[in-house]
């Protein structure tokens, strides 16, 4: 039977660099564009909850959060016998982040393969 061998694997910290900045820069678009989706979900009166959607980041373990800022996001969200208007929906996060984590991570994977 073969042994196997170790590898030591130095990366330059310059590209080291770069690869942590194009992850965070990516994390940090895909979760632009969850913001986005779930915007266009969101139930819409006089556009206060959706203004008040952000995206904040973590850079230093490559995470991002979206969330919405009003008394009454939470409800709006969790309420499913709430009426809303067509096209418009409780549940507007949580469907957005679910529908589009194949084109997050394939947002986050361009966006390092592009700055390598």
Known sequence: MARGRAWKVSINPSAKSVLNGSANRGVAL???HILG???DQAPI???????????????GNFTAAVSYDTPYAARQHEDMTLRHDSGRNAKYLENAMNSEVKVA????????????
């Open 45 to 59: 009166e006089e556009s206060t909850l959706i203004r008040s959607g952000t995206v904040s980041t973590d850079p």
């Open 37 to 39: 989706v779930s915007n």
């Open 30 to 32: 895909a979760a632009e």
């Open 105 to 116: 991570a394939e947002i986050i994977r361009k966006t390092i393969a592009g700055e390598l």
